[in-house]
Every structure is written in structure tokens, then in C-alpha cells.
């Protein structure tokens, strides 16, 4: 009877370890199978963050090439910009701008493109106005040159007389916003 006794509490020791084991075994398994849960959110959004991260370095590697192109063209919203800059490059050359008109026609293609057309006169030394036309034709822009007018308009004996230039540009490049 003992011997049954010691017998019987071995067979039930060996029961209680056996469902303990069990027991352990299936939270362990459940606690694996969260954290591979969670291990795969955290890798998506890790991903999902360089991926973020590369988009943004991206843009702003994009964004200067963007506006050097952008500077290939006259918006119409930055035409007082470009009547600005030619002014600027009057100003260069020791040149005196005056603006005679401004045509914003529609360009070939139509809808968004259009061409500019400009007619202005500049006053100043041959040499200034040479620069000053090669200057203005150096532009990162497409233009067309319709008519340049150069007139000796100062004392021929005099080294450094006065020319006058009346220039027509058509500005090709533009967008029309």
C-alpha cells in the first residue's frame, strides 16, 4: 500500500509536470508568436521610414534641378523678374534701357506656352551696346532676335560718342500662367 501510496504521487507528480510543461509551452508559443508580430510591424515601419527618408532627400536633390530649369523659362507671373534682369544687364554694360512695349502673344503650340515679345531701346557707347546685346542674347532663355537698329547718334569726331539701338526679342521660352 505504500508502495501504491508512492507510486500513485509519482504518477501524479509526473502529471502536475507534464501540465505545468504544457502550460508553459503554449504561453511561451502564444508570447513567440506576438513578438514575430511585433518584430514584422517594426520592420514595415522601419522600411516605410527609410523609404521617407529617401523621398525627401530625393525631392530636395530634385528641387535644385527643378528651379535651374525653371530658370530656362519666363513665367508670366515673373515677367517684371525678366524686364528686371534685362534692366540689370542695361545697367551692367553702363547702358540706358527704355522699354518701348511688351506683347505677350500666344506661341505656336498655344494653351500653357506662349512667346514674349519685347521692343526696347538702349543709349550708350558701340562697345557698351555690343556688350550689352551680347549679354542679353547669352541668356539661359530661347530668344529670337527680330530686329537690332544701331545709329550713331552723338559727335563722329568724338572717340566715345553716343549710339542708340532699338532692339526687338522674342522670348520663345515663355509660360504663359
Known amino acids: ?30 508570447s513567440s508568436a506576438a513578438v514575430s508580430q511585433a518584430r514584422a510591424a517594426f520592420f514595415i515601419a522601419e522600411k516605410k521610414e527609410e523609404e521617407l527618408t529617401n523621398i525627401k532627400r530625393n525631392l530636395a536633390e530634385k528641387e535644385e534641378e527643378r528651379s535651374k530649369v525653371e530658370s530656362y523659362f519666363v513665367r508670366k507671373s515673373g515677367l517684371t523678374t525678366f524686364i528686371e534682369r534685362l534692366e ?12 518701348n512695349s511688351v506683347d505677350l502673344g500666344e506661341g505656336s503650340a498655344g494653351g500653357q506656352f506662349g512667346e514674349l515679345t519685347l521692343s526696347y531701346q538702349a543709349t550708350g557707347g558701340f562697345a557698351n551696346l555690343y556688350n550689352f546685346l551680347g549679354a542679353t542674347e547669352n541668356l539661359p532663355l530661347k530668344l529670337k532676335v527680330i530686329k537690332t537698329d544701331l545709329n550713331h547718334a552723338g559727335d563722329p569726331k568724338k572717340l566715345e560718342s553716343l549710339w542708340k539701338g532699338s532692339f526687338t526679342l522674342k522670348v ?5 500662367d
Open 1 to 30: 500500500m505504500k508502495k501504491n501510496l508512492f507510486l500513485i504521487s509519482l504518477v501524479g507528480l509526473n502529471l502536475l509536470v507534464m501540465l505545468s510543461y504544457a502550460f508553459l509551452y503554449v504561453t511561451v508559443s502564444r
Open 88 to 99: 540689370g544687364l542695361a545697367k551692367e554694360a553702363a547702358v540706358e534701357l527704355t522699354l
Open 172 to 176: 520663345l521660352s515663355f509660360i504663359n
